[in-house]
């Protein structure tokens, strides 16, 4: 990838798109660093280590896919949509991830040997996340959409502890089976909790 005028970006979506394929795993950071980062050239400045250019990929890689759910949220007035709205959001993350190799908040998360504060970074995101579906499902229940007895931060939880899981074994057995079933599981649940 050494080529004259390539961006910082550049390099680090092309990294970002090779991690996501071999892991966040620190075994492969230098080899990785050595292929996309060329110490002649001006992008040498911008990572001093292996390990600062992994975290970098990693963030670009995660900030695509949680950039996605936040328009999906946006995109919806009414929470009731906006929940609906993420269920499709993490469909469609899974089945046309934003980089080649998948979802890496997803990826990382699952992965066996993962670098610790990669994961560590990729366990922020999630929280991020299950805030942000905490956030709709209160406003949901203040606007009178869900049920007064909705628990935001527990059905928050349930909602990205299930889908990490399906998320998993989709991954696992090569097969969306999992992810729909959650799906469907979780989009039930949000529909018993509405109000009529």
Request: with cysteine.
């Amino acid at each position: 990838m050494r080529a004259e005028g390539v961006s910082k970006q550049t390099v680090v979506h092309e990294a970002a798109q090779l991690f996501n394929h071999i892991g966040y795993s620190d075994r492969y950071f230098a080899d990785v660093w050595r292929a996309c980062v060329d110490t002649e050239t001006e992008l040498s400045w911008a990572y001093e280590t292996p390990d600062q250019f992994a975290r970098a990929a990693f963030a670009f890689a995660a900030g695509q896919s949680v950039a996605h759910l936040h328009r999906v949220i946006a995109a919806h007035a009414s929470a009731p949509d906006q929940l609906a709205a993420i269920f499709d959001g993490f469909e469609y993350l899974f089945s046309r991830p934003p980089l080649k190799g998948g979802c890496a908040l997803f990826n990382t998360l699952t992965e066996e040997g993962c670098d610790p504060d990669i994961k560590a970074l990729a366990r922020r995101e999630l929280l991020g996340i299950q805030l942000a579906i905490e956030h709709v499902l209160r406003r949901g229940r203040l606007l009178g959409d869900f049920v007064r007895s909705i628990d935001p931060p527990s059905f928050a939880a349930h909602i990205t502890s299930t889908l990490e899981g399906a998320f998993r074994l989709s991954r696992v057995y090569q097969t969306t089976t999992y992810l729909r079933s959650a799906l469907q599981h979780l989009r039930r649940m949000a529909m018993m909790n509405m109000c009529a």
